[in-house]
C-alpha cells in the first residue's frame, strides 16, 4: 500500500522579539505557510516575506531599486489573496529580487495595501532561486483575529 508523505519538511521562522513569525510546511506538490502576527500589518508582512524566502535566498539581495505595490480586496481573504499575488508577480513575472518590503494596511471602504519593495533585478545564480510559485490559492485559506493575528495559506508551486 502506497501512502503519499504530505508534509515534507517544516521551516520556522521567528521576528525580531524572538516570536514564531511564520511555519513553512512543504506539501508534495505545495507550500502552506502559517503566519502570526502582534496585528493585521503585520502579518501581511510576514506573509510577503515567507512567499520571497519560498523563492529565494533574500540574503544575497541588494537594495538597489524600488516598486511599488498596490492592492486591495473587499475583505481580509481578497486581499490576502490579492497581496500574495502581487509579491508573487513582481517576483516571478517582473523578476525582482525582493530584500525588503514596507507596507501601509488600511481599511476604507475596501482592505487597501500600499507598499514599496527594494531590491534588484533576479539573478537565478547570485539569489539562489529555490522554486517558482505559480499562485496562491483560496484553499485552506485562514485569518483569525485574537490576541494575535493567525494566517494560513496555500500556494502552488
Known sequence: MYVKKWFLSINIRYNSKNQLSYKLLDHATDAIIEVTASDLAEAFLTAANSVVETTLDRNTVEEKEEMSIK?????LRYL?????EAVI???????FAIKRIKLDLQKNE????????????IDLKKH?????IKA???HEMEILEGKEVKMKFLLDL
Open 71 to 75: 492592492v486591495q480586496g473587499k475583505d
Open 110 to 121: 475596501e482592505y487597501e495595501i500600499s507598499a514599496t519593495s527594494y531590491g534588484e533585478p
Open 136 to 138: 496562491p490559492t483560496f
Open 80 to 84: 490576502l489573496y490579492n497581496w500574495l
Open 128 to 132: 539562489n532561486f529555490k522554486v517558482e
Open 89 to 95: 508577480y513582481q517576483l516571478i513575472t517582473d523578476g
